[in-house]
């Protein structure tokens, strides 16, 4: 999406481990409110750049995060799950002990969020990333 936009790209999980380490450690050695301090912070300084910015996918369960998104376009990007065991095959989440069954469970609970706080939604279900971009473009008038 960024290269479309031909504009930076923002991880904002990036600018966490970047300056704090890996997220694992934050969660185990400062716990999840922490976390949650330190992703708040790192929204506040991905969305004063133009560009894309990636969340992590608890960004907007913060009142304050979901408050300063107001100012930026989001978009939320909804899937069907299929494609997820394979994604969390290797992965190391603190919040996702249990694989898909605990990333179901997570997602069904933050989907109401995501949806108030997205301008529009891209369901990327069974279809390739250049099919979602070019979506995404066309709701944003580019």
């Known amino acids: 999406m960024a290269k479309a936009l031909k504009v930076p790209f923002i991880d904002t999980d990036n600018l966490i481990t970047d300056e704090?380490?890996?997220?694992?450690?934050?969660?185990?050695?400062?716990?999840e409110p922490e976390f949650r301090r330190l992703e708040e912070k790192a929204m506040e300084k991905a969305i004063r750049?133009?560009?894309?910015?990636?969340t992590g996918g608890g960004a907007v369960v913060s009142s304050?995060?979901?408050?300063?998104?107001?100012?930026?376009?989001?978009?939320?990007?909804s899937t069907d799950g299929k494609h997820i065991a394979s994604r969390l095959k290797n992965g190391n989440r603190p919040l996702i002990q249990n694989g898909v069954e605990d990333w179901r469970r997570i997602y069904e609970e933050r989907k109401p969020v995501y949806?108030?706080?997205?301008?529009?939604?891209?369901?990327?279900?069974?279809?390739?990333?250049?099919?979602s971009?070019?979506?995404?473009?066309?709701?944003?008038?580019?």
């Open 20 to 31: 704090h380490g890996p997220i694992p450690a934050i969660f185990e050695e400062r716990g």
């Open 49 to 54: 750049e133009t560009g894309v910015v990636a």
């Open 64 to 77: 304050l995060t979901r408050k300063r998104l107001k100012a930026v376009t989001v978009v939320y990007l």
């Open 115 to 131: 949806k108030e706080t997205a301008d529009f939604e891209v369901n990327t279900s069974g279809q390739p990333i250049n099919a």
């Open 133 to 142: 971009i070019q979506e995404i473009l066309k709701k944003l008038g580019k």
